[in-house]
């Protein structure tokens, strides 16, 4: 670990790809994202191989990240909702021709333009694929710039472990906000496949395949069969890439269930709700896809109830009604359009669910 | 006896998808000779589009990549960002480039990436069955202008490679056609260029090639090559647009 | 004297070389090819200068062309 630094939340994101070996960014400018490629415009191109480019365009920006992971570079883009709208095509075709990447998307209210305030609104799109066709992505949603800087360097190397693109699911808390950052040494893993998919030059003999980097079957028991492979490496991602955090919900009556920045509100609201003497617990996603239904389950199990929060019209309390599946009634309280709900609000939520017997 | 002609190693043993007549067949060869020529196979990157040349992936001898329609420009950036070395061309139709693609294009063109493009406008949509292209004349029927191409309506055809022209950042922009022999050797040697521009990192290159498109035009192949040379050419005027030295 | 070999099965019969034949010596065939199409031939092998200018105007680069 190095020294101790104060840094925004983008900034500590951009310079954690760098430290990961990204080499190669493509933006454009959206609030509140733009000190990422502004910080990687700085450091980039002082960096031996490194190139920044700002695109003309978020539709741009996606495809230039596609033709830089099929020549086999570690890439990254970033934007904010409405950019990240726009990108869904690329993404899509990125996923169909296998390539890895690492997207980054601070979410901010929506629809439309929206707000430049943060949000979780863009949870279904980030966690059901968001552009066209069967895939998914793997979502890492930190809750603080350390973790921001941690699961940032991580999606590099799952990327390349699986040859899919990696969405950072944050909001414009986490991308704003300035925290105290240890930036970890990263280390090369060996465990990675060697990209020689990748298009970088062929000639007949050269040692492999000529590489055809495409998304395009036109038969149609072909694509079956390819999409069939992709739900084979999503089914490992579930098994093994599945992450939370839990905190004291072994004997909780009411387990919140919330992420990103609004996990760190539901945590003030349990130890304030713990001292006043209602067991309330808490369950922190930390993959949004996959999703962490095993641990609630688990506390479905004794809890009374769950409360979602999240900054939204309730999203990912579709998927903590899948995980409860019925065997505890599941309750949602959010803020959306840019507002950050108050630990007092969570607070009187639980407070009423207590005070009925819900 | 010597062979005077064959087919370039360049392409592969796949037989072209395209109709009977289309000229997209004579532009893939010109292209892959010109590869195969300047010896540069094991450095090169095609980026096909989506269109009629979609499957382009399949018939070219060399590392490629399949973008999303009108993309290939941005792709063809990453990719030659990453590996500066690499020779990398895309291949694109009217309705990809000029249409959906226009940023794209447009912007690969200013920024003066040192790709080659070979941007291929029949005046019309080949591979969605024949709606009207940015390229369709006016007064073209098409399955999308029935009743001809209306300016007052749907505006007029875009000239790609004059308005290319008018920027810095491009190297090499010229218009060839392929509508005869003369033409094919002509179109040949700017192509060839084209490809020389960027070993030579002179900077961005644009090739666009007039092309018959005889099912979706509703003619012979015969028929088709004379429309174009006696309706495309005047809208389209052949020759070199810009050259840096 | 110039051969022409052509790949009568890669043959769309477009007709296009036969057009460029400064000798008018290609002409579609009778019988078809498993493509449905009439490939192209040459009648008076023979009197072939081996210009190529079919071959140039292929677009499914199926002739060969030897002198």
Known sequence: ????????????????????????????????QNQIPEYMSKRLPKIEGGCFLQAESEVAAINMVYGAAGAGA???????SPGISLKQEGISYIVGAELPCVIVNMVRGGPGLGSIQPAQSDYYQSTRGGGHGDYRMLVLAPSSVQ???????????????????????GDGLIGQMMEPVEMPEHKDRTDLPPKTWAATGWKPGCGRDRAVINSLYIDPSVLEKHVNHLYEKYAVMEQTECRWQEEMTEDAD????????????????????????????????????????????????????????????????????????????????????????????????????????K | MAVVYEKTKLLTDKPLHYCPGCTHGIIHRLVAESIDELGVQEKTIGIAPV??????????????????????????????????????FTYQGDGDLASIGAAEITHAATRGENITVIFVNNAIYGMTGGQMAPTTLPGQVTTTSPYGRDPKLCGYPIRV????????????????????????????????????????????????????????????????????????????????????E | MAKLTIDREACKGCGLCAEVCPKHLLALS??????????????????????????????DAVIKVEK
């Open chain 1, 1 to 32: 670990m190095g020294q101790k630094m104060l840094m925004k939340g983008n900034e500590a994101i951009a310079e954690a790809a760098i430290q990961a070996g990204c080499r190669f960014f493509f933006g454009y400018p959206i609030t509140p």
């Open chain 3, 30 to 59: 009778r019988e078809i090819n498993a493509k449905g199409y009439h490939p192209i031939g040459i009648e008076d092998q023979e009197s072939c200068i081996g210009c190529a200018f079919c071959a140039r105007m292929c677009p």
């Open chain 2, 51 to 88: 269109g009629c040349a979609v499957f382009a992936y399949d018939y070219f001898n060399c590392d490629m990549m399949e973008a999303a329609h009108g993309r290939a420009p941005a792709v063809a950036t990453g990719c030659k960002r990453v590996n500066p070395d690499n020779i990398v």
């Open chain 1, 147 to 169: 973790e921001a800087v941690e699961l940032t360097q991580e999606a590099f190397d799952l990327a390349d472990k699986y040859r899919n693109p990696v969405l950072i699911m």
């Open chain 1, 74 to 80: 570690r890439v990254m883009t970033s934007s904010s």
């Open chain 2, 161 to 244: 490679s004059e308005m290319l022209a008018t920027l810095d950042g491009p190297a090499y922009i010229a218009r060839v056609s392929v509508h005869d022999v003369k033409h094919i050797m002509e179109a040949k040697k700017c192509i060839r260029k084209a490809f020389e521009t960027q070993i030579n990192k002179k900077g961005f290159s644009l090739i666009e090639v007039l092309s018959a498109c005889p099912t979706n035009w509703g003619m012979t192949p015969q028929e088709a090559l004379k429309w174009l040379e006696a309706n495309m050419i005047p809208q389209y005027p052949l020759g070199v647009k810009k050259e840096v």
């Open chain 1, 254 to 357: 009411y387990v919140i269930v919330a992420y990103g920045t609004t996990a760190r509100i539901a945590r003030s609201a349990m130890r304030k709700l713990r001292a006043e003497g209602i067991k309330t617990g808490l369950i922190r996603p930390i993959t949004l896809w996959p999703f962490p239904a095993a641990p609630i389950a688990k506390a479905a199990e004794h809890a009374k109830a769950f409360l979602t929060v999240e900054m939204s019209m309730g999203q990912m309390v579709d998927d903590v009604k899948l995980a409860v599946d019925g065997k505890k009634p599941v309750h949602f309280f959010g803020r959306t359009g840019g507002i950050v709900p108050t630990v007092r609000e969570i607070i009187t939520q639980v407070e009423n669910l207590a005070k009925e017997g």
